[in-house]
T-cell receptor
Framework: DTGVSQDPRHKITKRGQNVTFRCDPI?????LYWYRQTLGQGPEFLTY????????KSRLLSDRFSAERPKGSFSTLEIQRTEQGDSAMYLC???????????????FGPGTRLTVL | QKEVEQDPGPLSVPEGAIVSLNCTYS??????FMWYRQYSRKGPELLMY????GNKEDGRFTAQVDKSSKYISLFIRDSQPSDSATYLC??????????FGAGTTVTVRA
């Protein structure tokens, strides 16, 4: 499967715990995005990377959230001191490439569903 | 007011009907317009992408953009039960972050 993959698919944690999610983009893509989706809403932009550089962060990304893409390949999203309001689906997407894949088309992974008890 | 407003639905149609989905937007900087399909508990799947006013057709799907009215539509012809899903409109300006509508849930009855 050459699509975007995310791990884990589901995470249940207690309030106050730290959690980390991983995203592996489509291999030839150099842009990687994180979005958050709550029930009944569309995804909301959190942050994006071009290669290893984090170029933009939404105001939704509080100080408890940190994202990295250390080698310009996979990315991690960490949430520290989780709160019940962090419960959501965390989606990763990628775009860009050199072999005819449009920079404009973002392809999403299956998401990580976080439940904070 | 949200940048992107989407008809909330839900929509329930008989098999074979035409499904019509609509979004309006307020940010005149939006230049690129997409429709995604999302099945329950799955990630969004890109259906259609366009950047100009007018119609774009792909099989049973037609995307329509009217930049002067800030209005986009998606039409699904000959709808099938497998088309039952939530449809999300999305758009962006020259930066790369997508702004999504809240989604319309469609059920196609066999």
């Amino acid at each position: 499967d050459t699509g975007v993959s995310q791990d884990p698919r589901h995470k249940i944690t207690k309030r106050g715990q730290n959690v980390t999610f991983r995203c592996d983009p489509i291999s030839e893509h150099n842009r990687l995005y994180w979005y958050r989706q709550t029930l009944g809403q569309g995804p909301e932009f959190l942050t994006y990377f071009q290669n290893e550089a984090q170029l933009e962060k939404s105001r939704l990304l509080s100080d408890r959230f940190s994202a990295e893409r250390p080698k310009g390949s996979f990315s991690t999203l960490e949430i520290q001191r989780t709160e019940q309001g962090d419960s959501a689906m965390y989606l990763c997407a990628s775009s860009g490439g050199e072999t005819g894949i449009s920079y404009n088309e973002q392809f999403f992974g299956p998401g990580t569903r976080l439940t904070v008890l | 007011q949200k940048e992107v407003e989407q008809d909330p639905g839900p929509l329930s149609v008989p098999e074979g009907a035409i499904v019509s989905l609509n979004c309006t937007y307020s940010n005149s900087a939006f230049q690129y317009f997409m429709w995604y399909r999302q099945y329950s508990r799955k990630g969004p799947e890109l259906l259609m992408y366009t950047y100009s006013s007018g119609n774009k057709e792909d099989g049973r799907f037609t995307a329509q953009v009217d930049k002067s009215s800030k209005y986009i539509s998606l039409f699904i012809r000959d709808s099938q039960p497998s088309d039952s899903a939530t449809y999300l409109c999305a758009m962006r300006s020259y930066d790369y972050k997508l702004s999504f509508g809240a989604g319309t849930t469609v059920t196609v009855r066999a």
